[in-house]
């Protein structure tokens, strides 16, 4: 309500201005909006002299460039070599076993207590599905 009052206010007070920009004025004979006034003579442009030491081959926005190239290309090596460090600080056991293995390397064997645990728990499940069975 109060952004409102504010908006009104400044608009109001902004009316009289507005309209006195809007006056056409009336040419005189020496003003610039008269037809027949006479137009000011244009100045000459002043001729500027090229320096000859100043020629710019180019070598230096390639060699700025290249400058430019190397330093992201460093930039993004400090940032992955960052990134693999911290994430190598904050891997759990498993993972850095998991890391640290070698590629051909298989995991060992689970034990028997494992593979019994696993069996019982299959066996559990098809009497299930044997029992919820429709009939």
Do not use: Y
């Not at 700025?64 to 056991?93: K, N, P, Q």
């Amino acid at each position: 309500m109060v952004f409102l009052l504010v908006l009104t206010l400044g608009l109001v007070a902004g009316a009289p201005v507005a309209s006195a920009q809007q006056a056409t004025p009336t040419p005189t004979p020496e003003s610039p909006l008269n037809p027949t006034f006479p137009a000011p003579a244009a100045p000459e442009p002043t001729p500027v002299q090229e320096d000859e030491t100043a020629v710019d081959d180019g070598s230096n926005d390639r060699l700025l460039l290249l400058g430019i190239g190397v330093g992201l290309l460093v930039l993004f090596v400090v940032i992955a070599r960052f990134i693999f460090s911290d994430a190598r600080a904050h891997l759990t056991a498993g993972d850095r076993a998991a890391v640290d293995r070698v590629p051909g390397e298989r995991p060992r064997p689970p034990s028997k207590q494992v593979k019994s645990k696993a069996r019982a728990r299959g066996r559990a499940q098809r009497a299930a599905r044997r029992h919820n069975r429709p009939r």
